[in-house]
């Protein structure tokens, strides 16, 4: 299983990016998926979520400002990012696993739980 993220750069505040997660090795809609950031000195946190339903979550941070959509041909998930501030400045990480067992079969929403297999990360930065 591969997951690999692109789409991280510079903006500046109030600008937008567009983060792409390209899967492969599995069957991509049986898995759930996430992105998840880590800014330094912080602790890794959920941003936002989406089921094997297509259901979505967002952290509270981002509710209104990012959005997530899936390209089912591609095999890719796309996070974007628009009226972007300088604390959604981080490493972002895209992230899939399948449903945990020991969560009745339900994807753990902004939740690293079962979260399997994951990407090397891209640097989102963003100016004032």
């Known amino acids: 299983v591969q997951v690999v993220e692109s789409g991280g750069g510079s903006v500046q505040a109030g600008g937008s990016l567009r983060l792409s997660c390209s899967v492969s090795?599995?069957?991509?809609?049986?898995?759930?998926m996430g992105w998840f950031r880590q800014a330094p000195g912080k602790e890794r946190e959920g941003v936002a979520s989406?089921?094997?339903?297509?259901?979505?979550a967002y952290a509270d941070s981002v509710r209104g400002r990012f959005t997530l959509s899936k390209d089912n041909a591609k095999n890719t998930l796309y996070l974007q990012m628009n009226s972007l501030a300088p604390e959604d400045t981080a490493t972002y990480y895209c992230?899939?696993?399948?449903?945990?067992?020991?969560?009745?079969?339900?994807?753990?929403?902004?939740?690293?739980?079962?979260?399997?297999?994951w990407g090397k990360g891209v640097l989102v930065t963003i100016s004032s």
């Open positions: 992230a899939a696993g399948a449903p945990p067992v020991d969560e009745g079969g339900y994807c753990p929403m902004l939740d690293d739980h079962g979260m399997d297999y």
């Open positions: 090795g599995y069957t991509y809609s049986t898995y759930c």
């Open positions: 989406i089921d094997t339903e297509d259901l979505t």
